[in-house]
């Protein structure tokens, strides 16, 4: 194997320029989805004092087992005789949210070995047969799981955002008893989740966009030839009496 010659000029060509898109996507991808941490609360009152309301609070973030989060009283209030803590939210959605954060790591590890290779083993990735095909089977491979895992991911989030918002208080038991009164308070806002679900179809645009290039660079493609010199191999100039 060759050794290491740092060599930046592929980033310059759009082979090893968009690869530090799809690092830099990477990132966002995964930052804005395992980062979040939100909460929902409801206002709760007992028909005696309907005017002295508490605050219910459910804290939820990633991987987001909502059936993990309980509701949580003031400390040291019993708010109309409810043990608070016994009810959780609907739904767990850790499948679709982990599947969506693993992938964008990994993705963010291959552009890092990826680049390390454009930079530093060039000549050894061209005169390859091997490395640009995997190159273009990966890539391939990364489109087609960057739109599942974000189709996946995003109805996932369309149902969070259900399971936290205001039907919650239809869905909660104890505001169904006799003398409980309950209103939706709020529910943290989700801009950063909806900012991955961006940045997972920026990710399948970038790559699918990237395999051109990639398959470019295999033994699949090989330039035209139609024009070829008729001095090699054609018939020699007559030569002088």
């Known amino acids: 194997m060759s050794s290491f010659q740092l060599n930046l000029n592929p980033l310059k060509e759009p082979l090893g320029f968009i690869k530090v898109l799809e690092w830099i996507a990477s990132i966002f991808a995964f930052a804005t989805c395992g980062g979040f941490k939100g909460k929902t609360e409801i206002q ?4 005696s004092k309907p005017s002295d309301n508490k605050t219910i609070t459910a804290t939820f973030g990633y991987p987001f087992r909502l059936n993990e989060a309980s509701f949580q009283p003031p400390q040291g209030v019993n708010v109309c005789d409810v ?35 454009y930079v530093g083993y060039m000549n050894l990735y061209r005169d390859s047969r091997k490395l640009p095909m995997v190159d ?28 936290t918002g205001r039907n919650i208080v239809q869905e909660l038991l104890p505001c169904k008893r006799p003398g409980v009164i309950c209103h939706f308070g709020s529910v943290t806002s989700m801009g950063s989740l909806n900012v991955s679900v961006i940045f997972g179809f920026l990710n399948m645009i970038l790559w699918g966009g990237n395999a051109w290039f990639v398959y470019k660079e295999t033994s699949l493609h090989s330039p035209s030839n ?5 001095s090699q191999g054609g018939i020699p100039p007559p030569t002088g009496i």
Not at 92 to 104: G, K, L
Request: charged fraction near 10%; include cysteine; charge should be neutral.
């Open 83 to 117: 043990d608070w803590k016994s009810y959780v939210l609907i739904g767990d959605y850790s499948s679709s949210a982990q599947f969506y954060v693993t992938f964008a790591v990994f993705v963010f590890l291959y552009c890092i070995a990826a680049l390390l290779l």
């Open 136 to 163: 273009f089977v990966v890539t391939l491979v990364a489109t087609f799981l960057w739109l599942v895992s974000t189709s996946a991911w995003a109805k996932a989030l369309t149902d969070i955002k259900t399971a």
């Open 44 to 47: 709760v009152a007992c028909q």
């Open 226 to 230: 139609t024009s070829t010199s008729h």
